[in-house]
């Protein structure tokens, strides 16, 4: 290697060892990283610029700009509280929040579904006089798994959707074979029994929890109208590396519009760009530059070609090696610079298999996007839960989160892989 690309490289670990540590401040220390490329020359800006998926960044956009209003309109604070209401125990009523969780994270960015669940679960906690710490465990984790379901749930699968040219129905079926979106769902059935099996215990009755009235479902139209949007451009025809974005960002401008007509008088202007997670948006922008280096400068491929040394032609061991390698690290590190820099080196592995990349890169994301449930920094959604929990006074240990977190990974991850391997080897 020359001396360029190790200090490429360098900057790439070093960003992303600073970012397991310092979470909260991920953007700034990516960028801190992306400043010194541009200082050694290791990529220029106009590279910089063409390496990053506009397509991905507008999907991203559009859909957490519509996501925002279909929170503030409170139907799934609505839908959640029926939910509970239906149950006749503490225990099946955290499950049932913790299924919802996961249905919403497959529409909705996993840090946004906790904070529209965790309330429910404070209120129950509250009325019972039990700790809310394993809920909120659990409606994050639920959130994390099935984010990965769907093409607009979680950046991750985005990145999966831009580097194999997926649109959203190919999430559910491609070439004849059923997708990511069943893998994670049975995934999520097996990982159930874990939930059941740790709430059991609070076998209280439910009661009433006081809900929310809807203020409008304006933002569940257009989440729904959105999606179809989505779903129609490979039926016409379009080009999904191109037309997803547009459609998202044009959802998008549809809602701010919306909302600054809905919202007039009492909020101040630009609410919800106000409210958008503007710190995602560049944390994105600097993924996309500091992978777009190590691919560039061929980096990716050594890692691939180190990878094949280890495995060889054994397409099993090659599976095996890139699902639970992402598991154990996406538990210590942000799962989106990982899963943006993996899917290359499962496109390339793939290759050299003979193979479509299909079965390693979806393993990739699965893994990742599982993996980080096993600590309380392992994913974002984690960390705003354990922060929610700290700031109503409940300590959350990390052996509190592996307790549950861990039996849920393993079991989810088994259950959907072999899945994946069963249709796609």
Not at 3 to 9: H, M, Q, V
Not at 183 to 209: C, D, H, R, Y
Not at 313 to 341: H, R
Not at 408 to 415: N, P, R
Request: aromatic share 14%.
């Amino acid at each position: 290697m020359e001396t360029g690309d190790i200090l490429g490289l360098a900057i790439f670990i070093l960003s992303f060892l600073f970012i397991s540590f310092y979470h909260n401040r991920k953007t700034l220390i990516l960028w801190a990283g992306v400043i010194l490329l541009f200082i050694f020359r290791l990529i220029s800006p106009q590279t910089a610029v063409n390496v990053i998926n506009w397509n991905v960044i507008g999907i991203f956009w559009g859909t957490a700009i519509v996501a925002e209003t279909f929170i503030i309109s409170n139907v799934p604070a609505l839908i959640a509280n029926r939910l509970v209401s239906k149950t006749k125990t503490v225990g099946l009523a955290i499950l049932s929040v913790s299924v919802f969780s996961g249905f919403i994270s497959a529409f909705c960015e996993n840090v946004a579904t906790v904070m529209i669940v965790a309330p429910i679960a404070f209120a129950i906690s509250r009325k019972l006089k039990v700790s809310p710490v394993p809920f909120l465990i659990a409606i994050a984790i639920s959130s994390n798994l099935q984010g990965a379901a769907t093409l607009i749930g979680d950046p991750p699968s985005m990145i999966l959707a831009g580097f194999l040219n997926l649109n959203f129905n190919n999430f559910f079926f491609l070439y004849g074979k059923p997708g990511l979106f069943f893998a994670v769902e049975l995934g999520a059935i097996a990982s159930l029994l874990i939930l059941f099996l740790a709430f059991k215990k609070f076998n209280q009755k439910t009661g009433k929890i006081e809900g929310k009235e809807v203020k409008t479902w304006v933002p569940t139209s257009l989440l729904i109208l959105m999606t179809l949007g989505l779903i129609s451009i490979s039926i016409f025809g379009l080009d999904f590396n191109i037309f997803g974005g547009i459609v998202s960002v044009s959802f998008g401008l549809v809602a701010i519009i919306w909302y600054e007509f809905f919202h007039k008088g009492e909020d101040k202007r630009f609410g919800l760009l106000l409210r958008f997670d503007w710190e995602t948006l560049f944390f994105l922008f600097a993924i996309f530059i500091l992978v777009g280096m190590l691919s560039e400068r061929g980096i990716v491929d050594r890692i691939a070609h180190l990878i094949y040394l280890l495995t060889g032609t054994n397409k099993l061991l090659t599976f095996l090696v890139v699902v639970w390698g992402s598991v154990f690290l996406s538990a210590f590190i942000d799962n989106v610079p990982y899963v943006t820099a993996m899917i290359p080196v499962g496109i390339i592995l793939s290759k050299n298999l003979g193979i479509e990349p299909y079965l390693l890169c979806f393993g990739i994301v699965i893994g990742a996007s599982i993996g980080g449930n096993i600590t309380p920094f392992g994913a974002s959604a984690n960390v705003v839960a354990v922060g929610m929990l700290k700031k109503q006074g409940h300590r959350v240990t990390f052996l509190d989160f592996v307790k549950l977190g861990l039996p849920f990974t393993v079991v989810a991850t088994l259950v959907a892989t072999m899945f994946i391997w069963l249709f796609w080897k």
